[in-house]
């Protein structure tokens, strides 16, 4: 499965694609930067494609 078929199939009120190797839980973000999410004490990766709606998203929380 691509990163895009498991994009299409998993809930957008749920999840979120931060880069384009990346799918994320927005629940399961503990914090996050504007090159970065962390989860579990884990650093992903935030790819400048997708800043702007993660910062959205984030910003309405």
Request: cysteine-free; hydrophobic content about 40%.
């Amino acid at each position: 499965m691509t990163t895009n078929e498991l994009e299409n199939s998993l809930s957008s009120e749920l999840f979120m694609r931060v880069h384009k190797s990346y799918i994320v839980a927005i629940a399961k973000i503990k914090d996050w930067e504007r090159n970065t999410v962390i989860i579990n004490n884990e650093k992903i990766p935030v790819g400048i494609t997708y800043r702007r709606a993660l910062t959205e998203r984030l910003n309405l929380k």
